[in-house]
C-alpha cells in the first residue's frame, strides 16, 4: 500500500473540549447568543423607531417657528408604555394562542394604551405650554381625543413590529432546536454504530481463532491482538465520547477489521487500496471507513460463493476529503439500502449530516448482481479540525497496546 503514517496519533490540546461537549453546549450558547443578538436589534430598531417619531412631530413646529417641546413632550407617554409592551411582548405575542385570542388581546391593549398614553402626555404638555401654543393650549377634552387616536394608530404600528420581531426569534429557535435534536440523534447513532463492532463479526472470528490456536499459532496470536485492539478503539471512543479520528488512526482500524474478516473469507477476500491524499492530514468519524467495509463485505461478498475485490480510494475531490469503496459482490435493490436490515449506511448519512452539515455527502450506486459503490464526502474545511481530534492514549494503555512498533496487517 503506498502510504505511510506514524504510529502515534496526534494528541488532542489540552483543555480542548471535546467534540460531544461542544455539540452539547453549542446550541445553548448559540440560542442565547442568538437571542442576545435579537434583542439587541429589537431595542436598536426600538429606539430608531421613536427617534423617527419625535422628529416627525418636531420639524414641523420648528419650521412653523412654533415651540417644538408640547409635541416632544407629547411622545412621553407612547414611549413610556410602548417601552413597557415591548417588556412583556411574549405574553402578549403567544404562539399558542388562537387568531380571536390575539384580536381580543390587541383591542384591548391597544385602547388601554392609547386612551392612557393620551392622558399622560396631555398632563406633560399642560405643565410646559406656553400661551402662544396654538393647539396644545386646547382643553383636554380636545387633546386627549387626538391623542388616543393617534396613539391607537401607534399602538397598531408597534404591534406589528413586535409581532415581526417575535416571529423571526421563533424561526431561530426552531432552527437551533432541530440542530440540537440532530446532534443529541447523533451522539446516540454513533454509540449505536460503535456497538456494531462486536455482532457483526466477532463471534465468527472467535470461531475461526479456535481453529487458527490448533493449526496456526503464530496467525491466531496476531488475530487475538487485532480483535484487541479494535475492541481498545472502540472503548476509548466511548471513554473520550469523540466522534472523529485522525484518518490514520482510522485506516489502522479498516485494516485490522479487514485482516480478521480475512480469517473467516481466505482467498475470496481481495483487497486494494488507492490512496492519493495524505492521510495525516484530515480527521474523519469514527468507523466511518469501517462501515463501508462491512457493508460491502456483509451484504456483497461473504454471500457470494466465490468470493470477489473490495477496491477503497482516499483522495481530494472539489475541496472534500472523499472515501470510496468499490466491490464487485452481489450488490442490492436501491430502495433497501437505508431500509435493509443490518445496513448502516442510512446511520452513517444521518451523522454526517448531523456533524457537518450540508458540505458533506455519503452517495451510493448499486443493483442487483452488479457490485456496490459507495462515496463518503467531507469538506476540507472541516477534515482539518484537529480540534476534533482522536485523544492521545495514556502511558498505561500506549504500553498495553498491541502490536506496538510493529508494521500493520
Known amino acids: 500500500m503506498s502510504h505511510s ?29 442568538a437571542r442576545s443578538s435579537e434583542s439587541r436589534s429589537l431595542w436598536i430598531l426600538f429606539s430608531v423607531g421613536w427617534l423617527g417619531y419625535i422628529g416627525l412631530l418636531a420639524v414641523p413646529s420648528a419650521l412653523e417657528g412654533e415651540p417644538v417641546g408640547p409635541p416632544i413632550a407629547s411622545t412621553l407617554g407612547p414611549i413610556l408604555l410602548a417601552t413597557l409592551v415591548a417588556r412583556w411582548r411574549r405574553s402578549l405575542l403567544r404562539p399558542e394562542a388562537t387568531l380571536l385570542r390575539t384580536m381580543v ?27 402662544r401654543d396654538t393647539f396644545w393650549n386646547s382643553s383636554p377634552s380636545v387633546i386627549i381625543p387626538y391623542l388616543s387616536v393617534l396613539h391607537l394608530i401607534l399602538y397598531m404600528v408597534l404591534a406589528g413590529f413586535l409581532m415581526w420581531t417575535e416571529s423571526i426569534r421563533q424561526v431561530h429557535e426552531s432552527h437551533a432546536k432541530l440542530a440540537h435534536e440532530a446532534v443529541l440523534r447523533a451522539q446516540a447513532e454513533v454509540k449505536a454504530l460503535r456497538a456494531q463492532l462486536s455482532p457483526h463479526f466477532v463471534l465468527n472470528t472467535l470461531h475461526s481463532l479456535i481453529i487458527l490456536v490448533r493449526e496456526e499459532p503464530e496467525a491466531a496470536e496476531k488475530a487475538i491482538e487485532d480483535v484487541g485492539a479494535l475492541i481498545r478503539y472502540a472503548s476509548r471512543l466511548e471513554k473520550c465520547d469523540r466522534d472523529t479520528v485522525p484518518l490514520p488512526k482510522e485506516i489502522e482500524i479498516a485494516e485490522r477489521y479487514l485482516a480478521l474478516e480475512s480469517l473467516r473469507l481466505a482467498t475470496r477476500l481481495a483487497v486494494s487500496w488507492e490512496i492519493s491524499a495524505d492521510p495525516e492530514l484530515y480527521y474523519v468519524p469514527s468507523f466511518s471507513l469501517q462501515s463501508l467495509l462491512e457493508n460491502a463485505i456483509k451484504h456483497g461478498l461473504f454471500p457470494k460463493p466465490e468470493g470477489g475485490k473490495v477496491r477503497i480510494g482516499i483522495g481530494v475531490e472539489d475541496g472534500h476529503l472523499a472515501m470510496s469503496v468499490l466491490d464487485n459482490g452481489l450488490g442490492a435493490d436501491p430502495g433497501d439500502v437505508v431500509d435493509g436490515e443490518g445496513r448502516g449506511l442510512g446511520l452513517l448519512a444521518r451523522r454526517l449530516s448531523a456533524l457537518y452539515g450540508p458540505g458533506a455527502s455519503l452517495s451510493w450506486d448499486t443493483a442487483r448482481g452488479r457490485g456496490f459503490s459507495v462515496m463518503l464526502k467531507i469538506p476540507l474545511a472541516s477534515a482539518v479540525d484537529e480540534s476534533l481530534g482522536y485523544p492521545a492514549a495514556s502511558p498505561a494503555e500506549a504500553g498495553a497496546s498491541p502490536n506496538e512498533g510493529e508494521s500493520l496487517p
Open 5 to 33: 503514517r506514524s504510529r502515534n496519533s496526534p494528541p488532542l490540546a489540552s483543555g480542548s473540549p471535546t467534540p460531544a461537549e461542544r455539540f452539547r453546549h453549542a446550541p445553548r450558547e448559540a440560542s442565547g447568543s
Open 105 to 131: 388581546v390587541h383591542l384591548g391593549v391597544g385602547i388601554a394604551y392609547a386612551v392612557t398614553s393620551a392622558i399622560i402626555s396631555a398632563a406633560v404638555v399642560d405643565l410646559i405650554v406656553q400661551p
